[in-house]
């Protein structure tokens, strides 16, 4: 018994001028939304000049291609999306390898400069030797 359970929220919501009520365990903010985006639709689909013309049967499957067709849409925009992400994670994966790689040939130059270093240091003295 100590799993909690999230409540169901019960939203009454106006969908076509008739009054409904929604149940969900999503917020009632969320199912409103759902609400006001099916509201959307049946006024885009008013707006046409056909719509007056179909029995019930018909403006429901029109509605629901609609709707259908808005999901597939979206669907495809948010794989196209993560694509891009994809591809731009690789990219800035490459530069910080790039970064990597750049700062390693600037170790090894810089050890071949101190070891240069060293070695003119070592010859400066052994000629002040040789002066002597």
């Not at 939304?33 to 049967?57: G, H, P, R, W």
């Not at 196209?80 to 690789?90: A, P």
């Amino acid at each position: 018994m100590g799993t909690s359970m999230k409540n169901k929220n019960d939203v009454e919501v106006l969908i076509n001028g008739r009054r409904y009520t929604i149940c969900g365990f999503e917020s009632a903010e969320y199912l409103q939304k759902v609400a006001t985006y099916i509201n959307s639709k049946y006024a885009e689909f008013k707006n046409q000049d056909y719509y007056y013309n179909l029995d019930m049967e018909l403006r429901s499957i029109l509605l629901a291609i609609n709707i259908a067709d808005d999901y597939f849409k979206t669907e495809k925009e948010k794989q196209s999306l993560t694509r891009e992400n994809e591809h731009k994670d690789k990219i800035i994966l490459d530069m910080k390898h790039e970064v990597i790689d750049k700062e390693k040939e600037n170790d090894d130059l810089r050890q071949k400069l101190e070891a240069a270093e060293k070695r003119i240091t070592e010859l400066e003295a052994k000629s002040r030797k040789g002066k002597r």
